[in-house]
């Protein structure tokens, strides 16, 4: 099982870092994704690492302030956001396709993690 955790209410232009972790498997050879959903929004991909690999991508709506990143020793993938904005306002997924790469379909899915951005 996915778990992702680390969300809060932070202020716009504050930080948080969402953290993933995997209960029964080694996320460390699988690729990982952050996904989001906004009430009455569709689910949006923001974010994924390659398996055994540094190999990034990211949204638009996100480049250049978020972060991904995976420690191995810790097997936990990260999302570090910074200037967060109040339209980052969603509940924040973790995922991964059971394969290396991101270019798969997503088949695994955690619980999310509510991240509010308001004053």
């Known amino acids: 099982q996915l778990q992702a955790s680390g969300g809060g209410l932070v202020h716009p232009g504050g930080s948080l870092r969402l953290s993933c972790v995997a209960s029964?498997?080694?996320?460390?050879?699988?690729?990982i994704a952050w996904l989001r959903q906004a009430p009455g929004n569709q689910r949006e991909g923001i974010s994924c690492?390659?398996?055994?690999?540094?190999?990034?991508t990211y949204a638009d709506s996100v480049k250049g302030r978020f972060t991904i990143s995976r420690d191995n020793a810790k097997r936990t993938v990260y999302l570090q956001m910074d200037s967060l904005r109040p339209d980052d306002t969603a509940v924040y997924y973790c995922?991964?396709?059971?394969?290396?790469?991101?270019?798969?379909?997503?088949?695994?899915w955690g619980k999310g993690t509510q991240v509010t951005v308001s004053s």
């Open positions: 995922a991964t396709p059971l394969e290396r790469l991101c270019t798969y379909g997503m088949s695994y």
């Open positions: 690492i390659n398996g055994n690999s540094n190999s990034t």
């Open positions: 029964d498997f080694n996320l460390n050879y699988y690729a």
